[in-house]
């Protein structure tokens, strides 16, 4: 069984169809790695119950953000965060914080790739499981 099965209960909640999606298009890319990724991320990091899903996804977004050059990423964890319920309201305020302590640049960035998620979805676009566009 591979990480993505193990998590495929995790993972549906982020993306639906994201273990068949994984296996088929993400998987074969670096199994070991992906496989390591998956693992860390869904098996170990969002797994931990001290801090409730929600709140761990926004952490990941403001770090997304702030480190920049991570378009593929943050755009998936946008989708991600809408999945998992968080609103319009919170991810922008991640931006704010993001402007703050990384710079202005990383947040209108972050916010440009969160618009382009959100035109997406309002035009209906199926982005449940597109790591990149």
């Known amino acids: 069984m591979t990480p993505l099965q193990k998590n495929a209960d995790l993972l549906e909640k982020f993306a639906e169809n994201a273990v068949e999606w994984g296996e088929r ?4 890319i670096f199994p070991d790695l992906v496989d390591h990724l998956i693992q860390d991320i869904y ?9 409730e899903i929600g709140v761990r996804h926004l952490i990941s977004l403001g770090i997304l ?5 991570c378009t593929n990423q943050l755009r998936f964890q946008l989708r991600t965060g809408l999945n ?4 319009e309201k ?10 703050v302590f990384a710079g202005n640049a ?3 960035n972050a916010a440009q790739i969160f618009d382009d998620v959100l035109k997406a979805q309002a035009k209906g676009v199926n982005q449940s499981n597109m790591v990149a566009q």
């Not at 098996?43 to 801090?51: C, K, L, M, N, S």
């Not at 953000?65 to 050059?69: K, L, S």
């Not at 919170?90 to 402007?99: G, M, N, T, Y």
């Open 106 to 108: 990383r947040a209108i």
């Open 84 to 87: 998992l319920g968080l609103t």
């Open 90 to 99: 919170q991810i922008k305020e991640v931006f704010i914080q993001v402007a």
């Open 25 to 28: 298009e993400f998987r074969p």
């Open 43 to 51: 098996g170990f990091a969002y797994r931990r119950v001290e801090i």
């Open 65 to 69: 953000a702030a480190m920049g050059d």
